[in-house]
């Protein structure tokens, strides 16, 4: 079966930097596109940067651009997030998410992916 784990979550203070981790198995990585979305308690999962499957194009919400940015390499089926001055806002559950697809058309709803990591928890402190 698809597989989608994610890591690096922590804890850090406000201006802080985290790097996610997002690995794929069960099938090839290549053939997949990834996003990165995130959910705070009380709020609707929040759509946070895309990438196609040759890293061709890319696509960030509008929270987070300039702060964040979305990587992958295809050849260690991994994807990451790099996030950059962290504020306290930032705090949420982070998830990685896959969609089949060689396209280079961008996908930012979450009801546009299937196969979803368990998340992993980011907390930024003041």
């Known amino acids: 079966q698809v597989q989608v784990v994610e890591s690096g979550g922590g804890l850090v203070h406000n201006g802080g930097s985290l790097r996610l981790s997002c690995t794929l198995s069960g099938r090839t990585f290549s053939n997949y596109g990834v996003a990165w979305f995130r959910q705070a308690p009380g709020k609707e999962r929040e759509f946070l940067a895309a990438i196609s499957w040759d890293s061709s194009s890319t696509e960030y919400g509008d929270s987070v651009k300039g702060r964040f940015t979305i990587s992958r390499d295809n050849a260690k089926s991994t994807a990451y997030l790099q996030m950059n001055s962290l504020k306290s806002e930032d705090t949420a559950v982070y998830y990685c998410?896959?969609?089949?697809?060689?396209?280079?058309?961008?996908?930012?709803?979450?009801?546009?992916?299937?196969?979803w990591g368990q998340g992993t928890q980011v907390t930024v402190s003041s």
């Open positions: 998410a896959v969609k089949e697809g060689l396209y280079t058309r961008l996908y930012i709803q979450s009801t546009d992916y299937k196969y």
